[in-house]
């Protein structure tokens, strides 16, 4: 084990140093603009407006709008390889399949000429004065833009501009809030925004785009009704910059002398703790926040002696934010947002941060918290990359020619599991392999790869807790805010499938891993349009019995003005007591246009059997795939187009589970089964013709598939024509057929698919489409899906989330997760629908070249291969009302039937104030269990939740809040299949609720009152049972003079089925020393009666107690300390004449000059 550790050190120094070098000798190209030449960059035929590669690079040449035939063949990596995505926007996160990413390479085709609509437009964005802006949620900039045509004049027409960012928030009225992005009207073809900067140093890509048809005057036009039209974008980026701010301290350290087991405001648990009965105590506790410049450094800092800084009431857990789901109340009556500045799952958390030196790179920090692994998952990495949640330290720092080094330590680091789960079209519940997950830690992604080809990763898109999906993580169990489709009929090439993956720590006591990392880059451009780089990394970790190892060097260099080199060495080695493998995986391509008219893209790409990584994209360890592809331009609507692809498949396939435990608990990797040796080759040639409006193209397909286990050989040839027919302006046919030349290959029989594209709105697009599969035992019969598309460009979080607040209510999160449909097709203003349905006829379980393929609930590790899709009908129908500015409401029935069983999810929420002073927000979920082989084998699960609050904003004297929760069943699991207690149910009602009332400054009044029932049939053990607790709670504090106070609480608990009873309370006086010391001395006493054991189970406390308190302001040289502000001179009073002129009469009413004023507490 020393040897490989020292061998793997060995060749990443070696690496390392090359970077170094490579660093010292080649000076830094990155973009060093001053905030008054700020960075633009301009398209108007670039991407294609739905391409998710457009959301980063728009390219000078650009990608043929022609569709492109015949990329269902390549690696997925290569269909959006020429440009460096901008940060996935939450509020988009959920995806579905993008036609351009399909159908065709950007950058590896050369554009057809011809003639579009607004071909001749161009969109300009750029920043109306400085570019930088201080990262602090409140800095705005400006941003101007302009529809310019052939001219360089701004077109004459009123357009509407939809703005998108990667971070931060437009802010003002959006212009159309019915559709996605921030929309603002561009009068007479020129337009101003302003965009307010996030909480997150880093550097932003603004996004603007504009209908060309629109820009032109031709909405409605029959006759260009069906031109193609060009697409219309522009971008720009600004800098969100480290936000130095003068020092601020807040903090309170208190001291306790009294009974040990009596502390009534300390920690519940510790409350008449028998071990500290009859004890006296002494508890020093601290809690400390601070943020200030030191030097040309922002320090940002908090501690708490006591507790976590994560810590909540039930638990603790990576990063602090909560869901929806988990607020103690639905709604608190306001729409203040809270953003948790120092996450940290231990007691500490400290952040150095400044700007790097170079401008646009991204800050120097050191930090010790909770963090992310992004610099570990860069766009060149995908064998090599880590995409992780992890506590510990992390560093990062970027030398002035342009070196960046990270260095991580983690720390209490869990075993990771890895789970790919094959939707079933509705929402959920998707159960993970293990119940009990670490909060916080998870990653979910959504993958699409094509049906026959297992590790071919077309699409990968994050997920964002709250606003994509929520999660239980007591049992495990994820609901999505949209249904995930399992299949997609695609009549732009290959049919695809959709997985689920998520990786995670499993939360137990097995806490004491560590992991290592460090990565060294060597930037050589950071440019919004030519990005380049070289990096190495190392990542060690240590498991106690299992340690694993993973070493990688990558590189992004551009090949002059069109094209781009990825290139990726990874080495992997894995040592438990089971296991003790290591391989190597490797990855070229290359992309770019030789000649004007000729351009292509070749790639070649290898995973040992023996390589590990389940952090990253899903891939096929023993996999081998290279080609290439070339497309010449013989005329201006003509294009030729040659293809290559081999790919061998070596190894074992996984081991399929025989029995239910076996499925139900899988582990943390699949075993080996059989052995795997297999291979394809396919060549594809193809001419693709612009007749008018319509695309035709035509190619012939050959396939060599070998099985050297089997000794099969089998060749097939295909002829394959599609066509593309714009009927109207919003609406678009499209069809591809493949007729089989002879004898038809199992596993790529001919087929038929249709689609009809209607733009309901500039960015979603609702798809009807059916693909027919021939005499086939491979692949299902017939996929049949309706679903509502959206644009990838729109990557506006804060807009997304914010259409769902309700000023005084509740805020855009926690709207978003209570109430949002992502996907929606606009009705009417104000009201929306979510629309889908999804048909497979016939199963897709046969041995492909991956191995066997089998229903189960999950694939652990890396075995997305042996998953199959089963027949079955999925409707789904989602209405929203979002009108009212008072009130919102959505509704949503999805219903899954299918060999596999059925499942019924139905969600309806509302939120609203039904006055001024009272809000409400209330949700129901009723759902079964989606996951393969155990739906319908455990009873479904249903939730209600309702709160009220109450806040008059006319006065402060009384507040109030309300939640009442109903749930049946929420702690059935798969794991109770193993016991057969599928059937057991239970029933929970909790109710709380809780006010303040406060008639003046002196007096203050508190009450609160909880209960939770529960009624408990566990049928498979004979058990019936019903349970009840009670909590009773108030407060009272009397300010009788200036500087003194007093302050008594009692508390009562009760469970009466098991005879439990408890009491508390507490009385404490305390006097002022200063505004910021407070000693107090007080008396407390509890008493616990618990007979449930058949004993008498009595213990109490009492005794007095004395207290003191300090309110931190500042630390050491006053930092922190806030300056009172010097008194304001008084403006000089210039007495004048008040008689009034010889000819007004003198008024004889006398004027008082005594001031009444009366507080909201009603004292004058």
């Known amino acids: 084990m020393m040897m490989r550790l020292l061998s793997n050190s060995i060749c990443l120094g070696l690496f390392t140093t090359l970077t170094g070098v490579v660093a010292l000798l080649q000076p830094v190209q990155a973009s060093q603009a001053s905030a008054a030449s700020p960075e633009s960059v301009v398209s108007s035929d670039a991407v294609s407006s739905n391409a998710v590669a457009s959301d980063a690079v728009a390219s000078g040449d650009g990608t043929s709008g022609l569709l492109a035939q015949a990329s269902d063949d390549l690696p997925s990596d290569l269909l959006d390889a020429n440009t460096l995505p901008i940060e996935e926007d939450p509020g988009e996160a959920e995806g579905f399949i993008d036609e351009t990413i399909i159908r065709q390479v950007p950058s590896t085709l050369p554009p057809l000429i011809r003639d579009e609509l607004g071909d001749e437009l161009t969109l300009e964005i750029f920043p109306a004065g400085e570019s930088f802006i201080p990262a602090d949620g409140r800095s705005t900039l400006g941003i101007t833009g302009s529809i310019l045509d052939d001219s360089g004049r701004p077109v004459q027409k009123d357009v509407v501009v939809t703005l998108t960012a990667s971070a931060g928030t437009f802010i003002g009225a959006d212009y159309d809030i019915d559709r996605g992005g921030f929309q603002v009207l561009a009068r007479q073809g020129e337009f101003n925004v302003e965009l307010r900067s996030s909480l997150d140093a880093q550097s932003v890509t603004v996004r603007a785009s504009a ?89 940002t800092a908090a501690f708490n002696s006591d507790r976590a800084l994560n810590e909540r009431c039930n638990d603790n ?188 720590q499993i939360d137990g006591d097995d806490d004491d891993g560590n992991l290592f990392g460090g990565r060294l880059q060597y930037n050589f451009d950071t440019s919004l349009e030519s990005p380049s780089w070289v990096g190495a990394s190392a990542i060690f970790e240590d498991q106690g019995a299992q340690d694993f190892s993973l070493l990688g060097v990558d590189a992004l260099i551009q090949l ?56 990253t994209t899903s891939f096929r360890a023993g996999q081998t795939r290279w080609g290439g592809q070339l497309g010449y331009n013989l005329g201006e609507n003509t294009q030729l187009q040659v293809q290559f692809d081999r790919e061998r498949n070596q190894g074992n396939e996984d081991l399929i589970p025989t029995t239910l435990d076996q499925l139900i608990n899988p582990g943390l990797v699949r075993t080996d089964g059989a052995t795997v040796n297999n291979s394809i080759t396919t060549v594809r040639a193809g001419v693709q013709q612009q007749f008018g409006a319509l695309t035709g193209n035509l190619d012939w397909v050959y396939r060599d598939r070998n099985d050297r286990v089997t000794g099969a050989d089998i060749e097939s040839s295909q002829l394959s024509a599609g066509l593309t027919w714009p009927l109207a302006e919003k609406v678009t046919l499209r069809a591809q057929t493949d007729i089989a030349l002879g004898d038809e290959d ?20 609702l798809r009807f489409a059916q693909r027919f599969f021939h005499d086939d035992d491979v692949t299902p019969d017939a996929l049949t899906t309706v679903d509502a598309l959206v644009n990838y460009d729109l990557t506006d979080n804060t807009h997304l989330t914010g259409r769902y607040s309700i000023l005084g209510a509740n805020n855009g999160m926690t709207g978003q997760g209570a109430l949002g449909l992502n996907h929606r097709i606009n009705l009417a203003p104000g009201l929306h629908a979510d629309l889908g349905f999804q048909r497979i006829f016939g199963s897709s379980l046969s041995s492909i070249t991956g191995g066997t393929r089998v229903l189960q609930p999950y694939a652990v590790g890396q075995s997305a291969a042996s998953l199959g899709i089963v027949s079955g009908t999925t409707y789904t129908l989602g209405l929203e009302y979002t009108d009212n500015s008072d009130f919102q409401a959505s509704a949503r029935f999805e219903h899954r039937d299918s060999e596999d069983g059925n499942n019924t999810v139905v969600t309806a929420s509302a939120a609203g104030k039904l006055s001024s002073a009272l809000t409400t927000l209330a949700r129901i979920e ?51 299949l193993l016991v057969g207690a599928g059937s057991d149910s239970i029933q929970e009602h909790t109710l709380a609720m809780e006010g303040i009332y406060a008639p003046s400054w002196r007096w203050e009044f508190y009450g609160k009152y909880a209960l939770r029932a529960t009624n408990a049939d566990l049928d498979s053990l004979g058990v019936s049972s019903t349970n009840a607790i009670h909590l009773g709670q108030l407060r009272a504090t009397h300010r009788f003079a200036y500087r003194w106070d007093v302050t008594g609480e009692v508390r009562y608990i009760t469970q009466p089925e098991t005879n439990y009873d408890e009491v508390g309370f507490a009385l404490e006086a305390g006097y002022y020393m200063t505004p910021d010391l407070r000693l107090g001395v007080g008396y407390s006493f509890g008493s616990v009666n618990d007979r449930s054991l058949g004993g008498s189970g009595y213990r109490t406390d009492d005794g007095p107690y004395i207290g003191v308190t300090f309110k931190v302001n500042e630390l050491w040289d006053q930092f922190g300390l806030q300056q009172v502000a010097p008194e304001q001179q008084e403006e000089s009073l210039v007495e004048a004449d008040s008689s009034p002129p010889p000819s007004e009469p003198v008024s004889q009413v006398p004027i008082s000059t005594e001031v009444t004023q009366t507080t909201d507490g009603g004292e004058e």
């Open 746 to 765: 199992e596993a790529y029989p001919g087929q038929t698919a249709v689609g009809v594209d209607w733009d309901v709105l500039p960015e979603v697009t």
């Open 560 to 615: 002059g003005d069109s094209g781009q080199l990825v290139a990726e060495l990874a080495r992997s080695s894995l040592d438990n007591p089971t296991v003790d493998e290591t391989g190597t995986a490797i990855r070229v391509e290359a992309t770019g246009s030789i000649t004007p008219d000729l351009a292509g893209t070749a790639y070649f790409r290898e995973a040992d059997s023996g390589f590990r990584n389940t952090a």
């Open 211 to 299: 209908p060309a048809r629109e820009a032109l005057g031709l909405v409605g036009d029959e006759a260009t009704a069906r031109q193609p039209v060009a697409d219309l974008d522009g971008y720009t980026r600004v800098n969100f910059t480290t936000p130095y701010r003068p020092s601020l301290v807040a903090g309170v350290v208190d001291f306790r002398f009294g009974p040990g087991a009596t502390d009534f405001w300390g920690r519940y648990a510790d409350f008449l703790d028998p071990g500290d009965i009859g004890d006296y105590e002494a508890d020093l506790d601290a809690g400390i926040f601070a943020t200030g410049t030191i030097g040309d450094w922002l320090l």
């Open 926 to 976: 009723h759902a079964n269990f989606a996951n393969q082989a155990i739906t319908d084998r455990l009873n479904s699960s249903t939730s209600a939740r309702l709160g009220l609050a109450y806040r008059n904003p006319h006065s402060d004297k009384f507040n109030g809040l309300l939640s009442y929760e109903y749930a049946i069943n929420p702690s059935s699991t798969p794991n109770t």
């Open 317 to 504: 857990r990576l990063f602090r934010d909560v869901q929806s789901c988990e607020q103690t109340y639905p709604t608190y009556g306001d729409s203040s947002t809270t953003d948790f500045l120092t996450p940290s799952i231990d007691s500490f958390y400290v952040r150095f941060e400044q700007d790097s030196q170079i401008v646009g790179y991204e800050p120097n920090f050191f930090m010790w918290g909770d963090y992310d692994t992004a610099e570990f998952s860069r766009f060149s990495q995908e064998f090599s990359a880590l995409n992780r949640q992890l506590h510990g330290f992390k560093g990062n720092y970027t030398l002035a020619n342009g070196l960046q080094l990270t260095a991580l330590y983690a720390n209490n680091l869990r075993a990771l599991q890895r789970d790919t789960i094959v939707p079933d079209g509705t929402s959920g519940y998707y159960f993970l392999s293990r119940r009990l997950v670490l909060a916080g830690s998870e990653d979910l992604f959504f993958e699409v790869e094509e049906l026959n080809r297992p590790g071919t990763v077309i699409e990968r898109v994050r997920l964002v807790r709250g606003v994509d999906y929520t999660i239980d993580y007591d049992r495990g169990a994820i609901l999505f805010n949209s249904p995930v489709s399992a299949v997609d009929a695609n009549p732009f090439g290959p049919a695809l499938v959709r997985r689920i993956v998520a990786t995670y």
